[in-house]
C-alpha cells in the first residue's frame, strides 16, 4: 500500500473515531442507544477500492473497540462483524447498478446497512443470551433505522477533503507502551477473562467482578455505571423472556421464572467483569507506524482543533474537515 494511500485510510479511520466522539456533545435523545455517527464517514468512502475499504472496516472496529475498552471483550466481536457486515452490504449496493442506486439513493443504502447491522447484532446476542433478544429487535431497528437516516443526511452535506492533513510533531513525546508491556496486559486479561467466562457459580463470579473493577481503578480508567446498568438490562430482559424453570412471578401470559433470572444474572455479571477487564487495556497507545497508531495520532490532533475551535458541534465537525495541518 502507498504511503498516501496509507495515511488517508488512516485518516478516514480518525475521522470514523472523531464523529464518535463528536456524539459525545449531542443530547441523548433515547437511553442507552448510540447514533453510531461514525457510519458518516464510511458512506462517504466508497470512492476507495475494496481491499481499501474493507481495511477502513476493521480501523473503525478495533480503534474504536480500542479506545472504549472494550477491544478484549465479547463486545468487539458483535462491533466488527456488524460493521464489517453492513459496510460490504452498503459498499455492493453502491456499485451494484445504477438502477439500485437511483431508486434508492444515500438514504436508502444507509438503512440497508442499519438492518444489516442490527441483525447481525441480535444474531450473535442471540448465540449468548438465547432466543429472547430477538424480542429486542424491533426497538433496535426503528432507532437503527431513525440513526441511518442522519448519517446520510450528514454525508450528503459534508465534504472530507481528498488529502490527509500533515502531522507535526508536538515537543511533549506522548508516552507510548512497550511491546513487553502490551502483551503482558492482553496476556492477563486474556486469562482472567477465560477464567471468569468459565465459571456458573454466582459467589466466584461476584468475587471476579469485584476484582475485574479494581483492575479497571488501578489501570487509572474511571469506573462508570451506566453502561454496565444498559448491559445489565439488556441481559436480563433477554433471558426473563425465554422461562425457564420454577415460575417466580406470573403476570398475564408473562411468566418470571427462577431459572432465566439466575442465568441472566451469571450472563450479566460475566459481561461486565470481561467488560471491566478490557478498559485495563484502553490507556495502552502501539508503538510504530501501524495503521491504527497512525489512525490514533490522527484522532488525537483532530479532537484538539474539535476542541479549539468555536461555534456548534457541526461548526466544530467542518472546521476540524477544513484543517490541513494538526499537532500531534
Request: charged share 10%.
Amino acid at each position: 500500500m502507498r504511503l498516501r494511500d496509507r495515511n488517508y485510510i488512516a485518516y478516514l479511520g480518525a475521522l470514523t473515531l472523531l464523529f464518535s466522539y463528536a456524539e459525545m456533545f449531542l443530547p441523548r435523545t433515547v437511553p442507552f442507544f448510540r447514533l453510531g455517527l461514525g457510519n458518516t464517514v464510511v458512506l462517504l468512502a466508497f470512492g476507495l477500492d475494496f481491499p481499501a475499504f474493507v481495511v477502513l472496516l476493521l480501523i473503525k472496529a478495533i480503534a474504536s473497540s480500542l479506545m472504549a475498552g472494550t477491544l478484549f471483550s465479547p463486545f468487539f466481536v458483535m462491533s466488527l462483524a456488524q460493521s464489517v457486515a453492513s459496510g460490504i452490504v452498503m459498499y455492493g449496493l453502491f456499485y451494484g447498478t445504477r438502477r439500485i442506486q437511483k431508486l434508492i439513493g444515500l438514504y436508502g443504502i444507509s438503512m440497508v446497512g442499519a438492518v444489516v447491522s442490527t441483525m447481525v447484532q441480535i444474531l450473535l446476542a442471540s448465540l449468548y443470551l438465547g432466543q429472547g433478544s430477538f424480542a429486542l429487535l424491533g426497538p433496535m431497528m426503528l432507532f437503527s433505522l431513525f440513526a441511518s437516516i442522519l448519517t446520510a443526511f450528514l454525508a450528503l452535506h459534508l465534504h472530507i477533503p481528498e488529502q490527509a492533513p500533515i502531522i507535526q510533531s508536538s515537543k511533549a513525546e506522548l508516552k507510548t507502551s512497550s511491546p513487553y508491556r502490551i502483551w503482558g496486559i492482553v496476556f492477563a486479561i486474556c486469562a482472567m477473562a477465560v477464567f471468569t467466562l468459565m465459571q456458573s457459580d454466582l459467589k466466584v463470579l461476584g468475587v471476579c467482578l469485584v476484582l475485574s473493577f479494581v483492575a479497571q481503578k488501578i489501570s487509572g480508567r474511571r469506573i462508570l455505571l451506566m453502561p454496565h446498568v444498559t448491559l445489565w438490562i439488556f441481559v436480563l430482559i433477554a433471558n426473563v423472556l425465554s422461562p425457564s424453570g420454577q415460575v417466580l412471578y406470573s403476570v398475564g401470559e408473562f411468566n418470571l421464572t427462577e431459572g432465566s433470572l439466575v442465568n441472566g444474572v451469571c450472563q450479566a455479571m460475566k459481561l461486565s467483569a470481561v467488560s471491566a477487564l478490557s478498559q485495563c487495556a484502553a490507556n495502552l497507545r502501539p508503538q510504530g507506524n501501524s495503521l491504527i497508531a497512525l489512525s490514533l495520532k490522527y484522532f488525537r490532533g483532530l479532537s484538539n482543533v474539535l476542541h479549539n475551535s468555536s461555534g456548534n458541534i457541526f461548526k466544530k465537525i467542518r472546521t476540524a474537515l477544513a484543517t490541513t495541518e494538526i499537532t500531534d
